[in-house]
């Protein structure tokens, strides 16, 4: 089988819920081993709040150097410190060809795919994954005014460290087999 040629990478930036217990810890660890460039935890209405999170921030810090050096990925992980959804959308606004903002969501809002919010690639992603119950109203609206881009992963409700994996899991291959996509309708 031929190779497929490397495709450019964007820097992907997981902003989860900030989970209880030791949820966010194998989150956290995953994206570290996947590649992803940042984490940042989100405060929301419906995860554990802000200022709960502080003695959580250096554990996740270790949790990101033991997995960067098991997994030997090339890509140095960092841990943000939490922030809300207004401060995200504030800090990280989208920018056409340079940062997209996408959110995931439990119902299908979005207006497009993943492969067609990707096919020119930016410099950036960031991947917004709510806790358990998922984004407030609230929020949803602050992410979809602020220039982020509702994606969804299907039609079963994946536990929010479920899709957060899957939501990087997704944008990683979508942006990595992208040279070899046919925009054409499959012989079946």
Do not use: N
């Amino acid at each position: 089988p031929a190779a497929v040629p490397a495709a450019r990478m964007p820097h992907i930036v997981l902003a989860v819920g900030l989970l209880k217990g030791s949820k966010l810890d194998d989150v956290v660890r995953a994206a570290a081993e996947a590649g992803v460039s940042a984490v940042v935890p989100l405060a929301t209405s419906r995860s554990i709040p802000k200022k709960h999170a502080g003695g959580r921030v250096e554990r996740l810090r270790r949790v990101v150097a033991e997995a960067l050096g098991q997994s030997g990925s090339r890509v140095p992980t960092r841990l943000l410190d939490p922030m809300t959804v207004q401060e995200l959308v504030s800090a990280m606004p989208p920018s056409p060809g340079s940062r997209l903002g996408l959110f995931f969501h439990e119902t299908p809002l979005a207006q497009s795919s993943i492969h067609r919010y990707c096919t020119d690639v930016p410099d950036e992603i960031i991947a917004c994954v709510g806790p358990e119950g998922g984004f407030g109203d609230d929020e949803v609206r602050a992410l979809a005014e602020g220039g982020f881009m509702s994606a969804w992963l299907g039609p079963t409700v994946l536990r929010a460290e479920t899709a957060a994996v899957f939501a990087v899991a997704s944008l990683r291959v979508v942006c990595l087999e992208r040279s070899s996509w046919s925009m054409t309708a499959s012989r079946e």
